[in-house]
Every structure is written in C-alpha cells, then in structure tokens.
C-alpha cells in the first residue's frame, strides 16, 4: 500500500510563512500528480496546489501569487511554500497523489492516496 506523510503545519501570523512537507512511501511505480488541497471548518475541501510528473502547476485563485508547490521526484515528495499567510488560509492541509503500484510482477494498479491532514492556523 502506499501512505503519504505530512509534516510542517502549525500557527504563524498574518503576513507569515510555512512550508508543508509530505512524502510517498509504499510499494510505488511511479507517481503521476501531487497535490494539497485543503478544508476550513464548515467549507468544502478544495484545491491549493498541484504539479503534475512533468512539471506542470495549477493554483487555487486565492492562494495565486503567495504559495509555491514544487516536488523531488528521488523522494517522493512534494512541498507547499506558504508566504504573505492570511487568516482565511487557516485549514487542514490534506497531501494528495495519484500514481501506479506494482501488484504483481507484471501487472499495476491505479491509486489515490490522501495524508491524514497537518493544521496551519493564521493569526489575525
């Protein structure tokens, strides 16, 4: 099975910055897209930021300017740089990838994996 670990949450103030850590570890061929995404009490989990095998980026609107996702495809890992931090960023970060295991010598399967989620808290 595959698991991702995420590592760097915590409480910063308004104008603030943190980086989010997470790393794929398991029985892995290959990761396609990683991504966080996150979820504020009472809102819907949605997009921060994902980067493709290849390099390519998306952002949420709102974050657009001010984070920065980039990976290390040796590590499995992706990395969320977090600057000019507001109070509406304060969430549960969730790390998320999607790729292909091995489940036999010849054969693969599809995953979707998420992280159990690390909390940033913006203070006003």
């Known amino acids: 099975q595959v698991q991702l670990v995420e590592s760097g949450g915590g409480l910063v103030q308004n104008g603030g910055s943190l980086r989010l850590s997470c790393a794929a570890s398991g029985s892995i061929s290959s990761i396609d897209t990683m991504g966080w995404y996150r979820q504020a009490p009472g809102k819907q989990r949605e997009l921060v930021a994902r980067?493709?095998?290849?390099?390519?980026?998306t952002y949420g609107d709102s974050v657009k300017g001010r984070f920065t996702i980039s990976r290390d495809h040796a590590k499995n890992a992706v990395y969320l740089q977090m600057d000019s931090l507001k109070p509406e960023d304060t969430a549960v970060y969730y790390c998320?990838?999607?790729?292909?295991?091995?489940?036999?010598?010849?054969?693969?399967?599809?995953?979707?994996?998420w992280g159990q989620g690390t909390l940033v808290t913006v203070s006003s």
């Open positions: 998320n990838a999607e790729g292909v295991r091995p489940t036999s010598i010849i054969t693969t399967k599809y995953f979707e994996v």
């Open positions: 980067i493709t095998s290849g390099g390519s980026t």
